[in-house]
Structures are given as structure tokens and as C-alpha cells.
């Protein structure tokens, strides 16, 4: 089972930008889909973005033009880009790798939070 690791969350202004990373523990990374969500306070968690192991992306539409989503396979990595935040992205960000055999993991969460 791989394992996932978030990191790069906390508090930040609005207008501001955070970058968030997630670690996979297995080389099984390059060939999977991954993809970042977020839940907020009483809200179901929801896609924010996501990169197929061809590096096609896909973004929620209240997020296009402010994140962005990048893999490097080399260190079985995942990030996410946040420019321009604002008090409606707070909220618990989670990694998520989609297997080739349609298995999926999660990772524990980054906090992000947005006050000033």
C-alpha cells in the first residue's frame, strides 16, 4: 500500500500563496494519476486538481487561473501552486494517487488556512 505525505500548508493573508507538496512511498507514483482535494468546515471534500501519469490536468473551475498542479516522477512528487488565495480555500488539502488497478490511497491532510 503506498503512502502518502502532505506538507506545506498553514496560515497565509489573502492574496498570498502557498505551494503544497505530497511525497509517495513507492516508484508505483509515475504511472498513477494524482490528484489534490480539499474539505472545509461542514462541506464535502471536493477535486481541486488533478495529473494523469501523461501529465494532462484538470482543475475545478473556482480554482483555474490561481493554482496550478505539477508532478516531478523522479522523487515521486506531487505539488500544487496556490496564488491569489482567499478565505474560501481554507480548508484540509489531501493527496490522492489513483493505481493503474484503479486502487486509491490518501494522504493525511495539510491544513490551509486563509485570514489575515
Known amino acids: 500500500q503506498v503512502q502518502l505525505v502532505e506538507s506545506g500548508g498553514g496560515l497565509v493573508q489573502p492574496g498570498g500563496s502557498l505551494r503544497l507538496s505530497c511525497v509517495a512511498s513507492?516508484?508505483?507514483?509515475?504511472?498513477?494519476?494524482v490528484a489534490w482535494y480539499r474539505q472545509a468546515p461542514g462541506k464535502e471534500r471536493e477535486l481541486v486538481a488533478s495529473?494523469?501519469?501523461?501529465?494532462?490536468?484538470n482543475y475545478a473551475d473556482s480554482v483555474k487561473g490561481r493554482f496550478s498542479v505539477s508532478r516531478d516522477n523522479a522523487k515521486n512528487t506531487l505539488y500544487l501552486q496556490m496564488n491569489s488565495l482567499n478565505s474560501e480555500d481554507t480548508a484540509v488539502y489531501y493527496c490522492?494517487?489513483?493505481?493503474?488497478?484503479?486502487?486509491?490511497?490518501w494522504g493525511q491532510g495539510t491544513q490551509v488556512t486563509v485570514s489575515s
Open positions: 513507492r516508484s508505483a507514483f509515475a504511472i498513477s494519476t
Open positions: 495529473v494523469t501519469s501523461g501529465g494532462s490536468t
Open positions: 490522492k494517487l489513483i493505481s493503474v488497478l484503479g486502487t486509491s490511497a
